[in-house]
T-cell receptor, first 116, second 115 residues
C-alpha cells in the first residue's frame, strides 16, 4: 500500500519548452507532496512542498515561476518545468507522507529530465 | 536546523563481508532518522527508521542501525553483503514537526559488492 505513481519516468525535451511531471497517490490521499531534485551522484535537494488546495512552499533559491507546482486534488500533484534549459536536466522525485505511520514517507520512482 | 553527514561516498565490500555505512546527525530537537536505498533511476525505498523507540532498529533485507545519542550516530550495518545490496544509500533526518515534516538527506554512499 501507500504507492505514489510518478510519470513520466523519463523525458527529453527541447530548450524553451515546458514539461509536466505527475505524481499520483494510488491508494491513499496525499494532502502533502514533497518535490526533490537530484543531480547525478548527488543527494536529494528539497525544492518545494505542496499542499492540496493551497500554494506550494518553495525552498530558498528555487524559482517558483520556473518550477510550477499544482496540488489540485488529494491524489494528484504536478510539477511543471517551464521554459526548460539544459541546466534543468536532472532527476526529479516526489514523496508523500505515509498515511497512518509516524514519520514515514513513500517516494515516486522518479523522472529523468533531459533538456537538449 | 538538522543535518546528516555520511562518511565515505563510496564503500566497497566483498560478498559475504560486513557492511558498515556511517551516518552522523546534527539536530536541535530529538531526531527522527532514516536510511533509504536507491537503485539506479529509481525512487527511494525505506530500509529502516528510528523514531525514539528502541535504539537498535531492524529493517528490511537484513539491515539494521543503532541510534547512539552520545556519538550522534546512526550507522547502518548488515552482517553479510549480497550482490543485490549494491546501490546508493542515503541517511536522512526529519525535523520532527509532524507527519508532514521535511527530510534532510545526506550526500549518499554508494555501496559496491564484489565477488
Amino acid at each position: 500500500g501507500a504507492v505514489v505513481s510518478q510519470h513520466p519516468s523519463w523525458v527529453i525535451c527541447k530548450s524553451g519548452t515546458s514539461v509536466k511531471i505527475e505524481c499520483r497517490s494510488l491508494d491513499f490521499q496525499a494532502t502533502t507532496m514533497f518535490w526533490y531534485r537530484q543531480f547525478p551522484k548527488q543527494s536529494l535537494m528539497l525544492m518545494a512542498t505542496s499542499n492540496e488546495g493551497s500554494k506550494a512552499t518553495y525552498e530558498q533559491g528555487v524559482e517558483k515561476d520556473k518550477f510550477l507546482i499544482n496540488h489540485a486534488s488529494l491524489t494528484l500533484s504536478t510539477l511543471t518545468v517551464t521554459s526548460a534549459h539544459p541546466e534543468d536536466s536532472s532527476f526529479y522525485i516526489c514523496s508523500a507522507p505515509w498515511p497512518g505511520t509516524a514519520y514515514g514517507y513513500t517516494f515516486g520512482s522518479g523522472t529523468r529530465l533531459t533538456v537538449v | 536546523a538538522q543535518s546528516v553527514t555520511q562518511l565515505g561516498s563510496h564503500v566497497s565490500v566483498s560478498e559475504g563481508a560486513l557492511v558498515l555505512l556511517r551516518c552522523n546527525y546534527s539536530s536541535s530537537v530529538p531526531p527522527y532518522l532514516f536510511w533509504y536505498v536507491q537503485y539506479p533511476n529509481q525512487g527511494l525505498q525505506l530500509l529502516l527508521k528510528y523514531t525514539s523507540a528502541a535504539t537498535l532498529v531492524k529493517g528490511i533485507n537484513g539491515f539494521e542501525a543503532e541510534f547512539k545519542k552520545s556519538e550522534t550516530s546512526f550507522h547502518l550495518t548488515k552482517p553479510s553483503a549480497h550482490m543485490s545490496d549494491a546501490a546508493e544509500y542515503f541517511c536522512a533526518v526529519s525535523d520532527g514537526t509532524g507527519t508532514a515534516s521535511k527530510l534532510t538527506f545526506g550526500t549518499g554512499t554508494r555501496l559496491q559488492v564484489t565477488l
